[in-house]
C-alpha cells in the first residue's frame, strides 16, 4: 500500500440495535473513527426503490488493515452513507478491500 493513494476522509460507523420497553427495535449507528482512504468509484446505475427513481452508486474503499470492521459497518464519504457488499484483507498489500453501495433512506 503505498501512502500517497490514501487521499480521503471516510467516516466509520457500527450498527447498535436499541430496543424499547415495548419491544420494537431499532438501529442506531454510532461513529467509530475517521480514516484515511483510497476511494475509487466503480459504477453507476439507474434503479427502482419504493416507487422512487434511485442512482445507485459502487466505490471501492481501500483502507489500512489495522482498521477492525465487519459486513455490518458503514461508511461515510462526501456526506453519504455507503453499505458494505463485500471486504477483504489483503496481506501482502496490508490493506482492506471494501466494495460498498449507496443507502437509499
Known amino acids: 500500500m503505498q501512502a500517497g493513494l490514501l ?3 471516510v467516516e466509520i460507523y457500527k450498527p447498535i440495535t436499541i430496543t424499547n420497553e415495548v419491544g420494537a427495535s431499532t438501529t442506531k449507528w454510532v ?3 475517521t480514516t484515511k482512504a483510497n476511494v475509487r468509484n466503480i459504477g453507476m446505475n439507474r434503479g427502482q426503490q419504493l416507487n422512487e427513481v434511485f442512482y445507485p ?3 471501492e474503499i481501500i483502507i489500512r488493515s489495522y482498521h ?3 459486513e455490518f459497518y458503514r461508511f461515510k464519504y462526501e456526506d453519504k452513507m455507503y453499505k ?3 471486504y477483504s484483507y489483503r496481506q ?3 490493506d482492506i478491500d471494501i466494495f460498498c453501495d449507496l443507502v437509499n433512506e
Open 68 to 70: 477492525t470492521i465487519d
Open 92 to 94: 501482502e498489500f496490508n
Open 84 to 86: 458494505i457488499i463485500s
Open 57 to 59: 452508486t459502487s466505490k
Open 31 to 33: 461513529y467509530v473513527r
Open 7 to 9: 487521499n480521503k476522509q
